[in-house]
């Protein structure tokens, strides 16, 4: 749009070479009430046309093509409701819960390396993360009757204790937390990678190798629960941070992905403790 101004008075220019920036954003301080004509177009506009002009609602979010809240939730919905279904199919035809992490694996690693998020990447990643999802959940659910509702309650309600938490104040992420859960990330992969190789070489033979011990495998079920939940205490830090500061819309996509990974991690993890817990 052009715009030219067809008249202007000498108060007018002094008006506008002295605009104090604290009103120039309110209606009260406006120029608009010196200005004569307009010309937008070549079209002269009357001051009822410069009034309707001016009073317009200012641009929105959405309309600016920023993240918002609402739209971020709609994105995270949208990724949970593929990821159930792809569940559902893992559930019918669990034998394709293995092909479907291994690709799971992979997209993962292309929504986190790829510079500009992708919904078709990130939908992707659900689909197959649910048939894997659904997969082994039927395969512990054949052998341990009613452990599939434990687990969803059971992630349900770590994810709305910890929501909970954050929208009221409670906890937030903090330069300190941050460091010590890398710090009990890493030590609990290594815990799980040496317990791995123990169950693998026959050194421990039961199901859950050295999480069989009640103790250790409560005492391990209650650092992931912490873990997780700090995890979704960074996730939302990251969407808030998104949001106010006016991070392009297709981020909401990176935000859904990131929630998904926690749950998903969370939830496999609450599904495995049970099932060593009742073994």
């Known amino acids: ?24 954003n309110s209606p009260a301080f406006t120029t608009k009430a010196v200005v004569h004509s307009t010309t937008v177009n070549g079209k002269t506009l009357t001051p009822e046309q410069l009034d309707e002009l001016y009073g317009r609602p200012s641009a929105t ?8 809240y609402e739209d971020t939730i709609r994105k995270i919905v949208i990724a949970f409701v593929v990821l159930l279904a792809g569940a559902a199919v893992g559930w019918v035809v669990p034998v394709l819960a293995i092909p479907a992490a291994i690709v799971g694996f992979v997209l993962a690693l292309v929504n986190i390396f790829k510079k500009k998020p992708s919904r078709a990447l ?6 197959f993360e649910g048939v894997f999802v659904g997969g082994i959940t039927f395969l512990f659910e ?3 009757s009613g452990i ?8 349900l309600g770590v994810v709305a204790v910890t929501l909970a938490l954050f929208a009221t104040g409670k906890i937030r992420e903090s330069k300190r937390a941050t460091q010590i859960f890398t710090v009990a990330i890493f030590g609990y992969m290594a815990f799980q990678l040496v317990n791995l190789v123990l169950r693998l070489t026959g050194v421990v033979s039961e199901f859950g190798g050295l999480q069989s011990n009640p103790l250790v495998n ?14 979704l205490v960074m996730d939302f830090t990251t969407i808030k941070r998104g949001v106010e500061g ?3 819309r297709i981020y909401g996509w990176q935000a859904a992905f990131g929630i998904m990974v926690t749950v998903v991690w969370l939830y496999t993890e609450i599904l495995r403790f049970l099932a060593i817990f009742r073994e």
């Open 61 to 68: 979010p959405t309309d600016t093509d920023r993240m918002t």
């Open 1 to 24: 749009m052009s715009e030219t101004f067809a008249s202007t008075t000498t108060k007018d220019v002094m008006a506008a070479a002295s605009t104090n920036p604290a009103f120039t």
């Open 218 to 231: 409560i005492g391990v079920g209650i650092l992931v629960v912490l873990l997780a939940s700090y995890s």
């Open 148 to 155: 599939a509702t434990q687990a969803v309650f059971g992630t």
């Open 122 to 127: 990130v939908l992707a990643y659900a689909a």
């Open 246 to 248: 006016g991070a392009p």
């Open 142 to 144: 054949s052998q341990w």
